[in-house]
């Protein structure tokens, strides 16, 4: 079965430089929600987006933005980046309304370095 | 959404049954226990969830108190594939959507 798929998978990135993170939900999957993994965190949630429109915000830093594009998938922009933002970032999709369960289907991350 | 209470680690032998507790003594009537588990660095993996009945399903059952307070998530038969960070999540909805809060988890190590 298709999954979510995230690219790159690795990013290596100096200070102050940009960087972005793309995301492909599951075939008709309509929200796209973002999490920030820290070297030994437990995931953050930075944003979602239901049918291209931004539904849920949470912590994620000005220097940041995203959007879901018309074929639903996600990218993630990151500018002027820090020592800080080196973390493990995963997409999530779900299906219209959660599909009943609620689940959310996790792609295997981006790893984003920052030297 | 409430805030959840987990042990933060844990050791169970192969074999047995892992019983990972959660406290949630401020959830809502509306909200949903959920439970997901990261092995090393993966994408989490959605496991079980519940509202106030016990579930069951291929990969574990969930035992939610009558006051809904607390839960525990039971996997029968631990394998060392099972060692993970296991996270109880109580989730509402806002906005059309569903955001989970992941809290600290409980570190699972299954021992051969």
């Known amino acids: 079965a298709a999954g979510v798929i995230q690219s790159p998978r690795h990013l290596i990135k100096e200070k102050r430089e940009t960087a972005t993170l793309k995301c492909y939900p599951i075939?008709?999957?309509?929200?796209v929600y973002w999490y920030q993994q820290g070297p030994g965190q437990d995931p953050q949630f930075l944003i979602s987006?239901?049918?291209?429109?931004?539904?849920d915000k949470g912590s994620i830093p000005d220097r940041f933005s995203a959007q879901q594009f018309s074929d639903y998938h996600s990218e993630l922009n990151m500018s002027s980046l820090e020592l800080g933002d080196s973390a493990l970032y995963f997409c999530?999709?779900?299906?219209?309304?959660?599909?009943?369960?609620?689940?959310?289907?996790f792609g295997e991350g981006s790893r984003l370095t920052v030297l | 959404d409430a805030k959840t209470t987990q042990p933060p680690s844990m050791d169970c032998a192969e074999g047995r049954a892992a019983n990972l507790p959660c406290n949630h003594s401020t959830i809502s009537g509306n909200e949903y226990v959920y439970w997901y588990r990261q092995i090393h660095s993966q994408g989490p993996q959605y496991i079980i969830h519940?509202?106030?009945n016990n579930e069951t399903n291929e990969m574990a059952s969930l035992i939610i108190t009558e006051d809904r307070k607390s839960s525990t998530l039971i996997l029968p038969h631990a394998t060392l594939r099972d060692t993970a960070v296991y996270y109880c999540?109580?989730?509402?909805?806002?906005?059309?959507?569903?955001?989970?809060?992941f809290g600290t988890g409980t570190r699972l190590k299954v021992l051969a």
């Open positions: 987006f239901y049918e291209k429109m931004q539904s």
């Open positions: 999530a999709s779900s299906p219209p309304g959660l599909g009943g369960t609620g689940e959310l289907f």
């Open positions: 999540i109580v989730r509402g909805a806002t906005s059309g959507t569903y955001k989970y809060i």
């Open positions: 075939p008709r999957h309509d929200t």
């Open positions: 519940g509202l106030k």
